[in-house]
């Protein structure tokens, strides 16, 4: 019954959108332009509204809610408007880099099956010792210790009262199910912020963790390592047979040359992050940089999109320890893009 009133909850948060002036001229009465605040922000402002509070206290400024003002927390002068809006529930809502970020070159597309050590597995070496414990005050430790990694990254990307938002939204779950967790540690995901880029960019390095990513890798470990693990750990697969899911990408031409190599070979590889993709081609069209991944899963994706501030993105998580095959990798003449087609290789744990 609490994860159902947290559910229901969320869906009612959903349809409030702040928004801030961003023409030029912000004081311009005759011209408007208004820009959205990012996702934890706009649930930071919201909930000192519905607090009836005076301010909303954010990173980088904070709202007045009498004047209705965002003002710079480093110069007084520095004001623009601000408006508090209802989404209109007809309007599909996608963000532009959701599915399709643009990949670190200096990083391999994937890794070859075997090849490499799994994120997961070296969080699970770096926190053996909670594994003494049972399971409830395991699953506890592990919450605590994802949100103090929360905090202490929200400080180093200059986050950090993001970092507190996300970090209280664990400890309110802590003495909870791993059912009342997941949706916590989904939507967290599923929000634009410092997490979801700083996180997958980190788990990335680990197909150099031999080489340049190693001293990178072992200290992300012991701040995103947690909330890592719990993503990963209390994954629900959705139970459903073969379903196709797509995402953009933009990758440099050698990128794209192992995806074609790997096409010849048919050996198995992975990606070493999770990643984000939707049900819905034309979602991942709309932002497509100069590739359209086409992937066939089984038991490995979870619908997040229940989740979400952004339903229509109807967006589908798939694990960092997905293994596949690449069944073709063919340019587009007509939509200008590379359509790579990859096959999952997965076999179920039990």
Known sequence: MACCTVVLQEQRKKSILWVWKSNIAPLDLSVGEWTAYADVENEIIEEAYQRNESEAILDDFYINFKRLLQISNTNEVEQRPVKR???????????????????NSSVKAFADDGSTFDYVDKVEEKFKSFYQFGEELCRLKFIEAAAHGLLTEGKRASKEREGEWMAQQLFNVKE????ELYPVCARLYSMDSFLYRKMNELMRLITDYN??????????????????YLLASFYPPNGNSCKTV??????SDDMIDQFQQACITKQIQSFPAFTSASRNRDVAEIYAGNVLFQIDIDWEGSDISPYSNFPDEEEVLIKND???VVNSALFDTTKKIWIIHLESSNEPSI
Not at 93 to 99: A, G, L, P
Not at 176 to 179: M, R, V
Request: no cysteine; proline share 4%; hydrophobic share 35%.
């Open 85 to 103: 809006i209802t989404r209109d529930e007809n309007e599909k809502k996608v963000r532009e880099n959701r599915f399709s970020p643009i990949t």
């Open 176 to 179: 909870g199910t791993a059912e």
């Open 211 to 228: 080489g340049d990513g190693k001293t990178v890798v072992n200290d992300s470990i012991s701040t995103f390592g947690p909330f890592i």
């Open 246 to 251: 797509y995402r953009g990408a933009l990758l």
């Open 322 to 324: 997905l293994l596949f």
